[in-house]
């Protein structure tokens, strides 16, 4: 199971591919977030075109004890639209930067979904009966000449073709001056924390007409500038403790019972940097890109340009294990930096937290051992806390037939290169994957390239 | 050889720091960082200033504002930038092909 060798003793195979085949992008096709719902069933992503789509995994089917079930469409909807705000001259995109899902609390289900500048919460409804035998409207709608009415019925529900229906139910608005990079719905399930460049804002679901500031890195004098916040995580339990990550590689934890603004971080997480390494490039590879809290809060996550850190909440001085997801990357630096991608964001995400080993754990760790993240060549790597032992993986329409195990890459730094390995300069950094999901109970994972959505599961037996 | 014990010594990131500065000698002094800070926070920035559009539109009165050439992109001189002038953004109107 699981627990047992991690992540290279899992098998994974393609499962699904969703999106266009040919090669012309369209910038609206561009993915920008993928992210599982709390029980795995659901599945949403958001593109640059502002649009999210939802899939759903089918029931399993106890005969075809060979596969979990697939993800299908389920809803898809126009989340935002493009602004423009002339009192600013500013371009409001319409990319969904986030979306987060809100625990199930009853039929429904309940999103946040943001982009630069309005967070949305979305309500995805199923309506699979409708009423009919109305006294006074036909079946089209159309009102029925009342003379025409002798008797009264009763309108019954009768079965209709299943909807999904989505509806904005809030929209959280004007509260940012600048980007919002992250969303986090706190465990009270009643608020959340939006975060920009600048500030953090302490929102209620239910409430839209005010936010709460709770972060504010502003300085007097904008020549005085030097760092920005670039994502920002509630902790998994304690509802008053969050964390936000910053462009020079540090990571604050905040505890907002102590006071209204929370400008004085509890702890500071920072590794030293040795000074005699530092270049132009230091402070631009260290801006951490993600942070995830594992799942039982004790550590948590970042993700900078060459590396995935994991710090113990308790140590505040230095990680307490670094992966390297391409540090062949390091002698690429000037060029990358040439065509941006020196700048690109990845993302990180933990293993979902398997039942199995819950029960059957015998060690003290976290539950949360396994590292997931992605890399350029459409390559996606995981790192194994436990064995340390990693993998990487491409996505790919080439070689992946189902139930085929998936065949790991490696990329040739120097001297000789190895049939099947892949040379540092032949790697295609326009193929990027900067977002990967993992279910949160079961080894199916997620993974979007620029304009297409890999869906991989473990070979079961 | 002798290039490459002196690689050996270099560490890669020098090395890249030392390729870039070759490129561009002007590049600034600060540390890489600071100038992409102001760079992200003014991402989104076009050149429309409503202040000088609406001065602009009443000075001309009831004669029609200069629009930009072909190249509407290129707004420069005396040019003022009007609503009509900045790209149409476009909502997607087509759904998303994950969907299709």
Partial sequence: FLGAGGG?????????????????????????????????ELLATGDKGGRVVIFQQEQENKTQSHSRGEYNVYSTFQSHEPEFDYLKSLEIEEKINKIRWLPQKNAAQFLLSTNDKTI???????????????????????????????????????????????????????????????????????TYLSADDLRINLWHLEI??????????????MEELTEVITAAEFHPNSCSTFVYSSSKGTIRLCDMRASALCDRHSKLFEEPEDPSNRSFFSEIISSISDVKFSHSGRYMMTRDYLSVKIWDLNMENRPVET??????????????????????????????????????S?????????????????????????????????????NNKPRTVLKPRKVCASGKRKKDEISVDSLDFNKKILHTAWHPKENIIAVATTNNLYIFQDKMN | QDSQEKDKSIPPER????????KYPNLGQRPG???????????????????????????M????????????????????????????????????????
């Fill in chain 1, 8 to 40: 290279n003793d899992i098998q994974w195979c393609f499962s699904q591919v969703k999106g266009a085949v040919d090669d012309d992008v369209a910038e609206a096709d561009i993915i920008s977030t993928v992210e599982f719902n709390h029980s795995g």
């Fill in chain 1, 120 to 190: 949305k919460l979305w309500k995805i409804s199923e309506r699979d009966k409708r009423p009919e035998g109305y006294n006074l409207k036909e079946e089209d709608g159309r009102y029925r000449d009342p003379t025409t009415v002798t008797t009264l019925r009763v309108p019954v529900f009768r079965p209709m073709d299943l909807m999904v229906e989505a509806s904005p139910r809030r929209i959280f608005a004007n509260a940012h001056t600048y980007h919002i990079n992250s969303i986090s719905i706190n465990s009270d399930y009643e």
């Fill in chain 1, 208 to 221: 839209t007409d005010r936010s709460f500031n709770i972060v504010d890195i502003k300085p007097a004098n």
């Fill in chain 1, 323 to 360: 992966y390297q997801v391409h540090e062949y990357l390091r002698s690429k630096l000037c060029s990358l930096y040439e065509n941006d991608c020196i700048f690109d964001k990845f993302e990180c995400c933990w293993n979902g937290s398997d039942r199995q080993v819950k029960f059957l």
């Fill in chain 1, 362 to 398: 015998l060690c003290t760790s976290d539950l949360s051992n396994i590292v997931m993240t992605g890399s350029y060549n459409n390559f996606f790597r995981m790192f194994d806390r436990n064995t340390k032992r990693d993998i990487t993986l491409e996505a790919s329409r080439e």
């Fill in chain 2, 15 to 22: 090395a890249e720091e030392a390729k870039l500065k070759a």
């Fill in chain 2, 33 to 59: 960082g600071s100038d992409f800070l102001m760079k992200r926070l003014q991402k989104g920035q076009k050149y429309f200033d409503s202040g000088d559009y609406n001065m602009a539109k009443a000075k």
């Fill in chain 2, 61 to 100: 009165k009831n004669k029609q504002l200069p629009s930009a050439g072909p190249d509407k992109n290129l707004v420069t001189g005396d040019h003022i930038p009007t609503p009509q002038d900045l790209p149409q953004r476009k909502s997607s109107l087509v759904t998303s092909k994950l969907a299709g």
